[in-house]
């Protein structure tokens, strides 16, 4: 059983322009969770997904960032008009649902390292 | 030893030695609780988890403890082995249905051979 994939590992963005990240929860997993980490601190919450729903966005920011799990297909974190204050490390979790909510059980992607110049 | 200021708190033990990193919870609603490794370019990986309603678990090589009265969780690593170097955090979520997790600020651990 594959684990929860991410792409790209590393993205590298000029001021201004766009970023894209993806996400593949684990197979069987309808919930998904992106989380940030900033060097020498702990991942912070963003958003909380289901398929086709954004249950939770309090994490994120209200301007240019926005998050979406299609019915098909990966989880993507967009990041529009990138400033280097985005500079960190994108973590995507999923979990597996249980009786109708998810299971408290997070499971991490190897993350997305983006670098804005 | 331990250095303050912007950088994580580091534990340095030796090989062979347990470890215990510690970790103080602000919520008293939070119900569950996690331990995660982190190595160097890696994402967080699962060690040990707990409920509310209870006080222990142990795992292979690891205990979890959680003080309730005093929001206190602590995770003992027995015969610490290199291969455990890396950051460990703590985290919490509480059955509101939101289930994000709040992690706590890290602790660098440091195995000398």
């Known amino acids: 059983n594959a684990g929860v994939m991410q792409n790209p590992r590393h993205l590298v963005r000029r001021r201004g322009q766009e970023a894209r990240l993806r996400c593949s929860p684990m197979k069987g997993h309808s919930h998904v969770y992106w989380y940030r980490q900033l060097p020498e601190e702990g991942l912070k919450f963003m958003v909380y997904?289901?398929?086709?729903?954004?249950?939770?966005e309090s994490g994120m920011p209200k301007e240019r960032f926005s998050a979406e799990f299609p019915k098909e297909g990966p989880s993507i974190l967009r990041i529009q008009q990138v400033v280097r204050g985005d500079s960190a490390a994108y973590f995507c979790a999923s979990s597996p649902p249980l009786a109708g909510a998810a299971s408290y059980e997070q499971y991490f992607g190897p993350g997305t390292r983006l670098t804005v110049t | 030893g331990e250095s303050v200021g912007l950088h994580l708190p580091t534990l340095s033990v030796q090989e062979g030695d347990n470890s215990i990193i510690n970790c103080a919870y602000s919520n008293s609603a939070s119900d569950y609780f996690i331990w995660y490794k982190q190595e160097s370019g890696k994402g967080p990986q699962f060690i040990i988890d707990i409920r509310s309603n209870m006080d222990k678990r142990q795992g292979q090589r690891v205990t979890v403890l959680l003080n309730k009265t005093v929001k206190h969780l602590s995770l003992q690593i027995a015969a610490t082995q290199p291969g455990d170097s890396a950051v460990y955090f703590c985290a919490e979520s509480r059955d509101t249905g939101r289930r994000a997790l709040t992690f706590g600020s890290g602790t660098r651990l440091q195995v000398q051979p």
């Open positions: 997904l289901q398929k086709e729903n954004i249950i939770d």
